[in-house]
């Protein structure tokens, strides 16, 4: 009875001995950024100079790590403490992140650094993040791009072709264009040309040519710095934010080229009167429907 007993016992213990085994030991992972290098769009590279530090309650072996979004250019171990149950690095690497245009030049980005372990399966490893440990320097200067927060999480990734799961630390850095500066370079230019096109129209009829003229001037001006605007990103497979509102500039001068040829042609045919209602009807449309349609724009395209 009593044997039996101490072998039930004797299981039992067994049984949770090796449940605490194979569980996945804790991997604590902490990073502090330093500095972080310029965004080539074209790219999505950066560089990125941070602190690492890694604390398990079992010993962590030396550069067990790699970075899925790109490779450590220098890795300097600072310290390695407690039998090498906590680890400290500096590391300057350079990442990569995929660029989303959609919005340009109002667009917002997403910087990660995306640390995984080499060898050891979500089943042996897991990585969990160190808030404590964890931030930005607050002398970071993005030129260009204004820092809106950051973050550090774990994630699983999924290796379908080798049936595994590795654990990942995440950490994510949020930035976005400073709108002030987007809009005055990129879109002011364009809305005092269509100023001047808009003034055109209080000319009466009998200046029809002048009108004529400042649209196709305006026009050819637009399409010129259209090409300059899309120099500043890669080429990509969809319509950008700028795209859609120089497509709307092209849309309303080639209405008042149209509409203006009209009254011209009629002057020619001396249907004087009919050339003045076209004439009013077109300063009306167009000194009220173009501020709505770029209102709209502005407001309701995402």
């Not at 809305?191 to 050819?220: E, H, K, W, Y």
Request: charged share 25%.
């Amino acid at each position: 009875m009593r044997s039996g007993l101490w072998l039930g016992l004797m299981l039992l213990m067994a049984g949770f001995a090796t449940a605490e085994t194979n569980a996945a030991r804790e991997v604590k992972v902490g990073i502090y950024v330093l500095n972080l290098g310029k965004l080539d769009v074209g790219t999505g590279g950066f560089t990125a100079d941070f602190y690492l530090s890694l604390k398990s309650a079992d010993p962590i072996p030396d550069n067990s790590f790699e970075f899925l979004n790109g490779r450590a250019g220098s890795l300097e171990k600072i310290e390695d403490k407690d039998g090498g149950r906590e680890k400290f690095y500096r590391i300057l690497a350079n990442l990569s992140t995929p660029v989303d245009m959609k919005r340009f030049p109002f667009d917002d980005q997403k910087l990660e650094i995306l640390l995984e372990d080499k060898t050891e399966a979500i089943g042996k490893m897991r990585f969990v993040p160190n808030t404590e440990e964890s931030g930005m320097d607050a002398a970071i200067v993005f030129p260009g791009w204004e820092i809106r927060r950051w973050g550090i999480s774990a994630a699983e990734h999924d290796y379908p072709v080798y049936e595994e799961k590795y654990s990942q630390a995440v950490f994510t850095v949020d930035i976005g264009r400073i709108k002030m500066n987007s809009f005055f370079k990129t879109f002011m230019p364009v809305l005092f040309l269509m100023l001047i096109v808009m003034s055109s129209f209080i000319l009466n009829p009998d200046q029809i040519t002048t009108r004529l003229g400042a649209i196709s001037s305006a026009l050819v001006a637009s399409a010129m710095f259209h090409i300059s605007i899309a120099n500043q990103i890669p080429p990509v497979g969809y319509l950008t934010f700028a795209d859609k509102f120089m497509v709307l500039t092209y849309f309303i001068l080639l209405s008042c080229f149209f509409m203006s040829l009209m009254v011209f042609v009629l002057k020619n045919r001396k249907e004087e009167e009919r050339a003045r209602r076209i004439h009013r009807f077109t300063e009306k449309l167009t000194l009220i429907g173009m501020p709505v349609l770029y209102a709209a724009l502005f407001l309701l395209v995402k």
